[in-house]
């Protein structure tokens, strides 16, 4: 038998929701399961923010994919220039 989905991260940044919706998230966030991450952006109170991220100050920070990881290292190792543009600053040879 397949475990139940139990969502840890939920990333809401680019959603358009306002503060009105996320009150809806702080009413219920509670009583869920398990504690859900939410990230939220603009648009969204100081306060409200605060107070989700008071119920999952004890979760750790989520890991990127694998996939995503070796990309990230990649950018992070390459010289200047071939990150945004995907070629080499270096001179031809």
Known sequence: MAAEHRLTHLV??????????AHRLLD???????P?????????????KRRLETLTAH??????APDVAAVR???????PGEAEHG???APSR
């Open 59 to 64: 979760l750790p920070a989520p890991a990127p």
């Open 36 to 48: 859900t991450r939410f990230v939220l952006g603009q648009g969204i109170a100081a306060s409200v």
């Open 87 to 89: 070629v080499s600053d």
């Open 73 to 79: 290292s990649v950018h992070r190792t390459a010289r």
């Open 12 to 21: 809401l940044s680019h959603t358009g929701m306002r503060s009105r919706e």
């Open 28 to 34: 219920t966030a509670p009583r869920a399961l398990t």
